[in-house]
Every structure is written in C-alpha cells, then in structure tokens.
C-alpha cells in the first residue's frame, strides 16, 4: 500500500491549487459564500509570485492601496481572509486531479494529502516553484543519483568529497553544515562576493581560511561520471583554461523557477501553457474547475494581480451553485449586509 | 530600429525595437519564447542574455542588484546581462545579443 492510500480523504467545499494572491483572494470571495477552502501551494509560505520572486519589491497598481511590497500585500491577504480559517497545505505539490464516483474532484498531492471538493479552483499562476536544473549535457543521468537541488538527508553526504554551487544563503548554509561530516566541501561561485546571510559568509571564509574547505571562483562547464554516479567535473576559472576535479556529489542552488508541472495532466485544457476560461464564470472545460489569475487566458487578458482579484469575484458566484446546489445566490455588498458582516466576524 | 537576437540554435532574429522598451520586451514581442518569469522586475534572472562586446561601452553599467541576480543564472560571462535591465534607445539600434542557457 503506498503512502496516498494511507491517507484519509478531506472533504471540503473547495480546493484552490496555489496560495498566491488570487487563490488567497478566492478564499475571501468564497467565504463570503459559505464556501470553505483548502489551498495546496509547493512552497513553504503563503503568496506565490509575491513571496518567492518580489517580497521586497514595491507593488503600486493595487486599488486603494497606494504602495505595498510582495510581503505586505501577502500579510494583508492573510489577515483579510483570517474570518474564513482556510486550511493550507504547505510544501506540497498537487500531482493528480479525478472525479470521484460521487460526482467531486478529489485532489492528490505529491505528499499523500487527499482531497475531495465539488469545485476545484486552478490559481497555479506560472506553475509550481522548483529548483532551477543545471543546463548541462548530460546532466539528467545524474539528478536524483548524485547530482542534487536540495538536500533531504544529510546522512548521504557522509565522507563524500562534495562540490557546492552557487552564492546565496542555500549554498552557503549548506557547505557549512556538511563541511563537519563530508570528505571534503568545494563551493564554486561565479564571482567572489555572495547574497547571503553576513554571518554564514563570516563562517564559510573562515572555514576556507582555516583549510577545511576549499572555495573556486569559476563556473561549472561539464560533468562527467557513470550510471548516474558522478565521477567529476569541468570548472572554468575566468582568465584560466578548463579543468577537471574530481567528486562524488554534486549540489546546484541557483534559486528556484516556475514549472507548470502535473497540473497540465489534470484534463483541463491548456493552449501555451494557459487556460481558456469562460469570462463570465473563469470556468475551465471541466464543470466545477475554475481557473483564475496568471494561469489562464481569454481575449484581453492581462496578468495583473487586480484581474485576478476580479476574477476571483465572478468565480465563486458560479462555484456556489456547484457546493450549495440547493440555495439561491444572493448578491450582497460587505458595506451593508449584516449577514455578510457575521460571517466577516464583524457583528454589532 | 532595429536589435540582432541570436537564439539557442545560432540564429539570428532582427527585431523590430521601439525606444524605451527592455530588450526582454522587444525579444518576447517578437513572439521568442523568453521566459522572462518576474515580468521584467529583475527579480528572476530567467532573461539572462549575452550581449556583444562591440556594443558594451553603449550600455548603461549593470546595478548592484542585477549583478546579483546574475547569480541565479547559469553560464555567467563578462557579457552576461539580464534583457530586462537593458532600455533601448536610438544608440542601441543594431545592438546585437543572444540568449542564454536557462532563459528560454
């Protein structure tokens, strides 16, 4: 029996594939619904785009809110959508999408989480968040094997020579941490200056200083071994012709970048890597998944957070006849409906 | 005006370029699939491109905060930019780049 099956299923009213601001802003659209969510998202942290790429950068196109960072637009999101409680999967990649015989989506994540909706909203943005790969010839025979983009066991890195690469905080935290436990640690970084952490790059010169690890200016230009089991590589040093050194791991942290991943194999269609949705539903071809934001696409589509914000609205207006096929949809304004205002937490 | 972009294959595109407009625009405009991920808010370094020596010194110097994002690029050279951080303007005309590994 494999760990999916080990797992419960989860019942909700709907689950949003992505914790980006649009699927944040679904939960808030939903809830005024009587729709409760559950959201999967790869990374670690809610906000997508917001929280992977620009968390520092200034966002000046949000009505009403003359400037905020990734991070703010992300915080105030979560404080907005608090009154629904939705429930989030973190670290978590959604690999599978398939009708139950009960007419709902059940949604499987790479994880073994299980859940099971009648509606299901797609607000994947540009995909999954994963580690950039090394575009190196042949380098795939090696990934999984001996070459990694992250480290899950320490343990395997055990009085192996292990060459490092790249200059931000993974890297360096890395060659640190295995340094103690590994043969030998090479970190190889294209320049000698590194967007980490003051205090880790303190401990890696010193580390270097020392002589118990050895650090290369240089890029990584070929790797060569057998059976996936990597034997060496080829460095470049600026100025310098080519050599080889020899190695029995290689990890490569260059950030992450975005994957559309299992989610094109869910049966809803995709035209370039886009969904077409109906405009006045964001409904997919499939009855009861909805795509909204960065991910789908119809005539004079723009990739703005406000348009996903939109809609988000128009979405749930048609996802409540799917969770609450009993009840009719009342429109409200959060201004004046008391109702609305319970739900907000909001009671006089 | 116009801008040479030469894709992974080694062939050369001649771009139709507008002034104002990033080298990562004029090169997604031209329908190149560049992945460009953050927009253009050099925050991704998936628009790392090679740009030719002759037209360096035509170049505003990179910012301290492209030459750190270089590093989420692979195959970094003295050449490297991110097309996102390059303006065109009537200068430029014939600036001759070619796109990386990792950015298309």
Not at chain 1, 8 to 21: H, K, L
Not at chain 1, 95 to 111: F, I, P
Not at chain 1, 158 to 169: A, C, H, L, P, W
Not at chain 1, 308 to 323: D, I, N, P, Q, R
């Amino acid at each position: 029996m494999s760990a999916a099956e080990l797992h419960t299923p989860i019942q909700t009213d709907v689950v949003i594939v992505g914790a980006g601001p649009i699927g944040l802003f679904a939960v808030f659209e939903l809830g005024l619904y009587d729709m409760k969510c559950h959201l999967i998202d790869i990374l670690d942290r809610a906000g997508g785009q917001c929280a992977e790429l620009y968390p520092e950068k200034p966002i000046y196109d949000i009505p009403a809110v003359p400037v905020c960072t990734g991070t703010e637009l992300v915080d105030r999101l979560m404080e907005q959508i608090k009154p629904f409680d939705p429930a989030f999967h973190f670290g978590q990649m959604a690999e599978k999408m398939e009708k139950t015989a009960d007419g709902k989506w059940r949604v499987t994540t790479d994880r073994g989480t299980i859940l099971e909706a009648p509606v299901v909203v797609l607000a994947a943005g540009g995909g999954s968040f994963v580690p950039k790969k090394m575009p190196l010839k042949g380098i795939d025979a090696y990934e999984g094997k001996s070459v990694f983009y992250a480290v899950r066991q320490m343990e395997a890195f055990r009085g192996k020579k292990i060459v490092i690469s790249g200059g931000g905080d993974s890297a360096l935290d890395w060659a640190i941490n295995l340094q103690p436990i590994a043969e030998r640690v090479t970190l190889i970084h294209r320049r000698d200056e590194f967007r980490a952490a003051p205090d880790s790059v303190g401990k890696m010169r010193g580390l270097v200083s020392e002589g118990a690890m050895d650090l290369v200016i240089g890029n990584i230009t070929a790797v060569d071994g057998q059976d996936g089991q990597i034997s060496s590589i080829t460095i470049k040093e600026s100025d310098k012709d080519t050599y080889v050194m020899s190695c029995d791991a290689l990890l490569a942290f260059y950030g992450l970048t975005m994957k559309l991943g299992p989610v094109a194999e869910f049966g809803v269609t995709f035209e370039n890597e886009l969904v077409p949705v109906d405009t006045a539903t964001f409904e997919t071809n499939l009855p009861g998944v909805f795509a909204i934001g960065d991910i789908n696409t119809y005539p004079g589509k723009m990739k703005l957070i406000l348009s996903g914000f939109h809609e988000a609205a128009l979405m749930a207006k048609k996802a409540f006849t799917f969770v609450h096929p009993d009840r009719r949809y009342r429109f409200q304004y959060t201004t004046s409906s008391s109702n609305l205002h319970g739900k907000l937490g909001k009671d006089e | 005006m116009h801008i040479i972009c030469v894709d992974m294959e080694g062939v050369e595109h001649k771009l139709e370029a507008t002034e104002e407009w990033s080298v990562m625009e004029i090169i997604r405009e031209s329908g190149i699939n560049m992945l460009a991920q953050c927009g253009g808010s050099c925050a991704c370094a998936t628009c790392h491109i090679y740009v030719d020596p002759a037209w360096k010194d035509k170049i505003p110097e990179p910012s301290e905060e492209e030459i750190g994002m270089l590093d989420g690029a692979f195959e970094v050279t003295e050449d490297s930019r991110l097309a996102c951080q390059i303006f065109f303007t009537k200068d430029l005309d014939g600036l001759r780049v070619t796109l990386a590994n990792g950015s298309v």
